[in-house]
């Protein structure tokens, strides 16, 4: 049977088009038509002028619905996350475990295993920050938990994790080049964050090997035109970077500077929590972001969407390019590139959202999961 989307405005590419058909069998599109062209046996549905937009992704958040998998990992957290993401639009996911015990690591490993098995889809597998940071830079990581990677430490975890360990965020400068290496090697994607890198140290490591940066402008040091710090070399090797546009991580106009400098390299991540009470991390909600006992700001509420509506009206990046930064750039990151647009031959991971940014759908391999009436 082939499903034929119709009546929407395709969102792919960093392009918006009008009067497409989208041909979907199993859990792949097989063709992107003029909706004049539909075959006569197609089951039809009407998205209603909706937008289509590829499934979001999203690389870094730590729990939802009150169960913070980060801080407490469980099988039902992740269960938890996934369902509730795939409501929001979000078809593809790094469950992220923050700095903690290794008991806790360990857990949230054992729990991506047991629950892979019942998985939907949309669980990509995990994405470590930390323990391996850079405590100058903690922000609302536990310094009693960072620590220097070993190399015994790290390839025990990832020959436990059997394939679950995607992501991890190191500060690269204060680690062994046998760890940087031996990750690399494992094709699991080393990000640096929460790092005091020098504009030299920067340049040195950034895309040699390392390919990504963990939350742009949080947990790094600032410019300064004496000690141009990391930013600058970011700026200039351009690796992958994960942005959290709320508002409250970073501020609007650092977000156009990062757009401007680093282009399809930039990608936006949720960094979401949840309400927490007990564990290392107790977050709580206060307006519209998460903050610890101290007051440390810690996650965001975002949903992948919000995002995406914050680069278009506060940001001021054209929807069609601010949906690439929730989709396409992170997919190329992961490596996942049947993920991330709208044509033939890709996944069909789809989200049907309003012009008023409300999720009206979403698709995952094809099928429907969530419809709003």
Not at 17 to 38: E, R
Not at 233 to 257: C, K, Q, T
Not at 259 to 279: H, M, Q
């Amino acid at each position: 049977m082939v499903t034929a989307l119709h009546n929407l405005q395709l969102i792919s590419n960093g392009q918006i088009a009008q009067g497409k058909a989208v041909l979907i069998s199993g859990a792949t599109i097989i063709d992107v038509i003029d909706d004049t062209a539909i075959p006569a046996d197609a089951q039809k549905h009407d998205l209603s002028g909706a937008y289509l937009a590829p499934g979001f992704i999203d690389l870094q958040i730590y729990g939802s619905g009150g169960q913070l998998f980060g801080g407490i990992p469980t099988p039902e957290a992740l269960e938890r996350l996934e369902t509730d993401l795939l409501n929001q639009g979000t078809t593809g996911i790094f469950a992220t475990i923050a700095t903690n015990a290794n008991q806790i690591v360990e857990a949230g490993i054992a729990a991506a295993k047991i629950y892979r098995k019942k998985a939907k889809g949309a669980f990509w597998g995990l994405h470590l920050e930390g323990p391996y940071l850079n405590p100058a830079k903690k922000g609302a990581h536990p310094e009693k938990y960072i620590k220097k990677a070993t190399l015994a430490e790290v390839k025990g975890w990832v020959e436990s994790a059997e394939g679950e360990i995607k992501m991890i965020t190191i500060a690269p400068e204060l680690q062994d080049q046998e760890v940087i290496d031996y990750l690399h090697g494992a094709g699991i994607i080393i990000s640096s964050g929460h790092s005091n890198a020098t504009y030299a140290d920067g340049k040195a490591f950034l895309n040699k090997p390392i390919p990504a940066v963990t939350h742009l402008f949080n947990a790094m040091p600032q410019m300064h035109h004496r000690e141009p710090g990391y930013i600058p070399a970011i700026f200039e090797e351009r690796p992958y970077a994960s942005i959290v546009a709320d508002g409250n991580h970073v501020d609007w106009a650092m977000i156009r500077l990062a757009k401007r400098e680093l282009g399809d390299k930039l990608f936006l991540i949720t960094d979401a929590v949840t309400s927490a009470t007990e564990g290392a991390y107790q977050h709580h909600l206060v307006g519209d972001k998460y903050v610890m006992p101290d007051g440390t700001l810690s996650g965001s509420s975002l949903t992948m969407l919000k995002a995406v509506e914050n680069c278009v009206k506060q940001v001021g990046i054209e929807l069609a390019e601010a949906v690439n930064m929730a989709s396409l750039y992170p997919a190329q990151l992961a490596k996942q590139l049947k993920k991330g647009k709208i044509e033939k031959g890709f996944d069909a991971d789809l989200v049907v959202f309003d012009s008023g940014f409300e999720v009206q759908a979403t698709y995952l391999s094809g099928h429907l999961l969530t419809k709003r009436t």
